[in-house]
């Protein structure tokens, strides 16, 4: 799905962000040419293991991507220190349909394994488990909780407001990701990042890096006139919960990473790194211009 905007005249840059709602709050501003001097975004909507792939294939210009991804993509991409996802108290869960099951030699559904989700719940695995699952498997984030439900895996590591609905179709939490990552190393949990091509060059990653924090602070300015445009892509979510959803993880992290945020990504990329989940990055990959 895609959409633009090309009121501030130029060539659009091409852009891919997830439907929702944290990400078209931060964006609704910039994508309906409200931020003064940004430039015109061409928007392609797509699930975080779609712009993950996308990342890795150098596509688009600018791309919502999970922060497991950038061991990858960091030659040919920037991360920008706004507009992403970072936060306490909003990690994954493992879910399952009874309570404390023992995911020994059992089927996990992840909604990717490149995602900041999938490499939190490796790092839980490896200090928590007494023994390794025994398959996972990717879907889409949607599907993840009916196939719990239904029996067709053990357990399903869900990410956005499945921390808010899964009760709905009579499941257990198992586990928060994200409570083991903040009790291990006191960090924030990285989640989604926004990285932008390095061939761009140095003035216009800063002026993207800009246009995204003036957009977040829009939307946080006036939160009701972001409304139309994240109902309109919230695949039928309860208002109430994309309120939630919002509140979570939008925070003072999507308007600047700050030392803490910087922190937590390179904390967990190096975790990462050390158990052998992703390649090393080097010391300045995360520099921004």
């Given at each position: 799905?895609?959409?633009?905007?090309?009121?501030?005249?130029?060539?659009?840059?091409?852009?891919?962000?997830?439907?929702?709602?944290?990400?078209?709050?931060?964006?609704?501003?910039w994508?309906?040419?409200?931020v003064?001097?940004?430039?015109?975004l061409?928007?392609?909507?797509?699930?975080?293991?779609?712009?993950?792939?996308?990342?890795?294939?150098?596509?688009?210009?600018?791309?919502?991507?999970?922060?497991?991804?950038?061991?990858?993509?960091?030659?040919?991409?920037?991360?920008?220190?706004?507009?992403?996802?970072l936060?306490?108290?909003c990690?994954?869960?493992?879910l399952t349909?009874?309570?404390?099951?023992?995911?020994?030699?059992?089927?996990v559904?992840?909604?990717?394994e490149?995602?900041?989700?999938?490499?939190?719940?490796?790092?839980?695995?490896?200090?928590v488990?007494?023994?390794?699952?025994?398959?996972?498997?990717?879907?889409?984030?949607?599907?993840?909780?009916?196939?719990?439900?239904?029996?067709r895996?053990?357990?399903?590591?869900?990410?956005?407001?499945?921390?808010?609905?899964?009760?709905?179709?009579?499941?257990?939490?198992?586990?928060?990701?994200?409570?083991?990552?903040?009790?291990?190393?006191?960090l924030?949990?990285p989640?989604?990042?926004?990285?932008?091509?390095?061939?761009?060059?140095?003035?216009?990653?800063?002026?993207?890096a800009?246009?995204?924090?003036?957009?977040?602070?829009?939307?946080?300015?006036?939160?009701?006139?972001?409304?139309?445009?994240v109902?309109?892509?919230?695949q039928?979510?309860?208002?109430?919960?994309?309120?939630?959803?919002?509140?979570?993880?939008?925070?003072e992290?999507?308007?600047?990473?700050g030392?803490?945020?910087?922190?937590?990504?390179?904390?967990?990329?190096?975790?990462?790194?050390?158990?052998?989940?992703?390649?090393?990055?080097a010391?300045?990959?995360?520099?921004?211009?």
């Amino acid at each position: 799905m895609t959409g633009s905007n090309t009121d501030n005249g130029g060539t659009p840059v091409r852009i891919a962000y997830s439907p929702c709602p944290n990400d078209t709050f931060v964006f609704d501003a910039w994508a309906h040419g409200r931020v003064p001097g940004a430039p015109a975004l061409d928007v392609t909507f797509a699930d975080i293991d779609i712009t993950n792939g996308m990342a890795e294939r150098g596509e688009l210009d600018v791309l919502k991507v999970s922060y497991a991804v950038l061991p990858w993509v960091l030659e040919e991409y920037a991360l920008l220190p706004c507009g992403g996802a970072l936060g306490r108290g909003c990690g994954p869960l493992v879910l399952t349909r009874e309570p404390g099951v023992d995911l020994a030699g059992k089927t996990v559904a992840v909604p990717s394994e490149r995602s900041t989700a999938y490499l939190l719940f490796r790092l839980w695995a490896a200090d928590v488990l007494p023994a390794p699952v025994g398959k996972v498997v990717v879907l889409p984030f949607h599907e993840i909780m009916p196939a719990v439900r239904d029996g067709r895996v053990d357990a399903g590591l869900v990410i956005h407001e499945a921390r808010f609905t899964y009760q709905d179709y009579g499941l257990h939490r198992l586990a928060d990701m994200g409570e083991h990552w903040e009790s291990t190393t006191g960090l924030p949990i990285p989640l989604g990042a926004i990285i932008a091509k390095r061939s761009l060059g140095a003035d216009a990653l800063r002026a993207l890096a800009e246009s995204a924090r003036a957009s977040v602070l829009m939307a946080w300015d006036d939160p009701e006139v972001s409304r139309p445009y994240v109902r309109a892509h919230a695949q039928e979510l309860d208002p109430t919960v994309a309120d939630q959803h919002i509140g979570l993880y939008v925070n003072e992290f999507t308007a600047d990473l700050g030392d803490d945020g910087y922190a937590a990504v390179r904390g967990l990329l190096t975790r990462a790194a050390a158990e052998g989940l992703v390649p090393a990055i080097a010391p300045d990959a995360l520099r921004f211009p």
